[in-house]
């Protein structure tokens, strides 16, 4: 069974940097392109940023860029987004998510994980 | 980037069919992807490459393309579908996705 645990959720001041991880198992981690979507409290899904399967390509929203990092580690089967500069408007609930077929990089994420909290206040 | 707009809300009585529209320029080159989400929960993956379900997806769930107009049809609407719906794509660089604004379906 596929599973996506999010963490490193936390209050932080604006202009402060946090760090999410996602901890993926129950398929081939290193086969797969990876996804970050958030959702501001009672708003839609916004699509953050992706990392292709080898790590060799990244994309970002441009509401992100320049101030968000994906990366992973294939050794580790583990996904993270380091977040720096944040702004209020960060505040949101970040879910990893996983493509739907190997080798691909799609809009199709059949997994998600349960998300974690960043919120951003003084 | 690109958006994708989609109707705030819809409403269905039970058994009967609802349309789901989702509208972009860059539906007219790229595949959209729908999901529902239930409050409190992750989204859930519907529809994939115009009209491809996911296993555990029932079949009452279809998906269409039209010009820049994607449409999700829930044909014969159950209580459980009521949720919020996404469509989302690639936007027009192709390098990037996008989600639509979502619409509310609610089941009466």
């Known amino acids: 069974e596929v599973q996506l645990v999010e963490s490193g959720g936390v209050v932080v001041q604006p202009g402060g940097s946090v760090r999410l991880s996602c901890a993926a198992s129950?398929?081939?981690?290193?086969?797969?392109?990876m996804h970050w979507v958030r959702q501001p409290p009672g708003k839609g899904l916004e699509w953050v940023s992706l990392?292709?399967?080898?790590?060799?390509?990244?994309y970002y929203a441009d509401s992100v860029k320049g101030r968000f990092t994906i990366s992973r580690d294939n050794s580790k089967n583990s996904l993270y987004l380091q977040m720096n500069s944040l702004r209020t408007e960060d505040t949101a609930l970040y879910y990893c998510?996983?493509?739907?077929?190997?080798?691909?990089?799609?809009?199709?994420?059949?997994?998600w994980g349960q998300g974690t909290l960043v919120t951003v206040s003084s | 980037s690109s958006e994708l707009t989609q109707d705030p809300a819809v409403s269905v009585a039970l058994g009967q069919t609802v349309r789901i529209t989702c509208q972009g320029d860059?539906?007219?080159?790229?595949?959209a992807t729908w999901y529902h989400q239930k409050p409190g929960q992750a989204p859930v993956l519907v529809i994939y490459?115009?009209?491809n379900r996911p296993s555990g997806i029932p079949d009452r769930f279809s998906g269409s393309i039209s010009g820049n107009t994607a449409s999700l049809t829930i044909t014969g609407a159950q209580a459980e579908d009521e949720a919020d719906y996404y469509c989302?794509?690639?936007?027009?660089?192709?390098?990037?996705?996008?989600f639509g604004t979502g619409t509310k379906v609610t089941v009466l």
């Open positions: 998510a996983k493509d739907i077929d190997p080798y691909s990089s799609s809009s199709n994420f059949d997994s």
């Open positions: 129950g398929f081939t981690f290193d086969d797969y392109t």
């Open positions: 990392i292709i399967w080898d790590a060799d390509n990244t």
């Open positions: 860059s539906l007219r080159n790229y595949y």
């Open positions: 490459d115009k009209n």
């Open positions: 989302a794509s690639r936007d027009s660089s192709g390098n990037l996705r996008v």
